[in-house]
């Protein structure tokens, strides 16, 4: 700021850092009730939810887990049946494990494996004359 030489000087100085006040003051106010209804419990949650719904990848990472569950369970089944022999729901519940783990893993490239195979097994088949 500049030196203040007169009493009019000093009136107008006074007056626009009374306009600054204000209005930085009206700046704070607005400020503290943007950060106070960001911090409500509900408001919290909701945008922690939306953060995590649309997360990049998180469709993907269920259905992969979902997949790997399904076959780790149905591998077991498989193995063990309706056995009551303790040795054999423990390799059941072993297989379960590994099977689920590497389902999950890797359920980006098997998917593409299976859509391949599946394109395969119900692709019409083209005729020569079609292919000319």
Do not use: C, W
Not at 18 to 36: D, G, R
Request: hydrophobic share 40%; glycine share 8%; aromatic share 4%.
């Amino acid at each position: 700021m500049e030196n203040i030489t007169s009493a009019e000087e000093l009136k107008n100085a006074i007056q626009i850092l009374s306009v600054e006040q204000t209005i930085k003051e009206k700046q704070l106010k607005e400020q503290f009730h943007v950060v106070f209804e960001g911090l409500k419990p509900a408001n919290l949650i909701k945008s922690t939810l939306k953060d995590v719904l649309f997360s990049p990848g998180l469709a993907q990472n269920i259905a992969g887990t979902a997949i790997g569950l399904t076959t780790g369970y149905l591998s077991k089944r498989i193995v063990t049946g309706a056995s009551v022999n303790i040795i054999r729901k423990l390799l059941g519940s072993a297989l379960q494990i590994g099977v689920s783990n590497l389902v999950a893993k890797n359920s980006v490239g098997l998917l593409t494996i299976g859509g391949n195979i599946f394109r395969k097994i119900f692709q019409k088949k083209k005729t020569n004359s079609e292919i000319q």
